[in-house]
Structure formats: structure tokens, C-alpha cells
């Protein structure tokens, strides 16, 4: 398991298992992999996916086999609300939602409103 950057580059393993199995004939298995946020968080920017490789070596054969899986981390949305009539000229409320998906406190977050009309938009402290 690593990271890759936007632009493709593969960063260096952070996460390797090896697992050997016994399989009857027709027959499948499952093997399971939880990747928590503080396993991860510290190879990735905020762009980046993670890319996992998997392969296999039949014993009696000498096939081997790959996969590879590229997970994009998907970042949390911002919910715009109108909280009153949007008239020309005057003040409009608007309620801004933004739900912190991590497992632990962001510090230093501002939220900076742009838009036709807004004369010099300042940053409101989250």
C-alpha cells in the first residue's frame, strides 16, 4: 500500500502483509484489509489517492498474479443554504455546513466567501 501523488508519482510502501493460503479445488477465500486514517494520513497530501498492489504466486504452477486498486480519498463537501431572499443591494444570510470526517480536531481552519457583488470578502474563522 502507498501513496500517489496527483500527478502519478507512487510514493514508497507504508503498508505490506503476506498471506499464504490452501485452496481445495473450486473453492475461494478472502483475505481483509483495514487501513485506519492514522496509518495513512501521514503519506498523503490532499490530492493524493492510495494505490494498493496485490499479487499472487500459484505454488504448484509458478503463475503469478496482479491487481492493482487506486483509491481516491474523497474530501468532505460544504452545504450552502440561502437563509432569506436574495435581493439586489441588500444582505443575504447564508448558512455554511462543514462536518470534520476525521478522527481528530482541525485548528487553524478559516472559510473565505467569494462571488459577484461580495466587495472584499474576508476569511471567517471555523
Given amino acids: 500500500l502507498c501513496a500517489v501523488r496527483y500527478t502519478g508519482v507512487a ?10 493460503r490452501t485452496l481445495p479445488p473450486g473453492q475461494e477465500d ?16 490532499d490530492q493524493d489517492a492510495l494505490k494498493l ?3 499472487g504466486a500459484v505454488q504448484e504452477s509458478g503463475q503469478v498474479l496482479a491487481k492493482e486498486l487506486l483509491v481516491r480519498l474523497h474530501t468532505p463537501e460544504l452545504t450552502l443554504t440561502l ?3 436574495a435581493v439586489v443591494g441588500q444582505e443575504v444570510p447564508v448558512q455554511v455546513v462543514f462536518q470534520n470526517p476525521l478522527p481528530k480536531a ?7 466567501m467569494e462571488g459577484a457583488g461580495i466587495a472584499c470578502p474576508k476569511p471567517a474563522a471555523l
Fill in 83 to 85: 437563509l432569506g431572499p
Fill in 30 to 45: 478472502t483475505v481483509t484489509m483495514t487501513v485506519t486514517y492514522s496509518e495513512y494520513q501521514p503519506h498523503v497530501g
Fill in 53 to 55: 498492489t496485490v499479487a
Fill in 11 to 20: 510514493g514508497a510502501a507504508f503498508r505490506q502483509e503476506q498471506h499464504r
Fill in 106 to 112: 482541525l485548528s487553524g481552519a478559516s472559510l473565505r
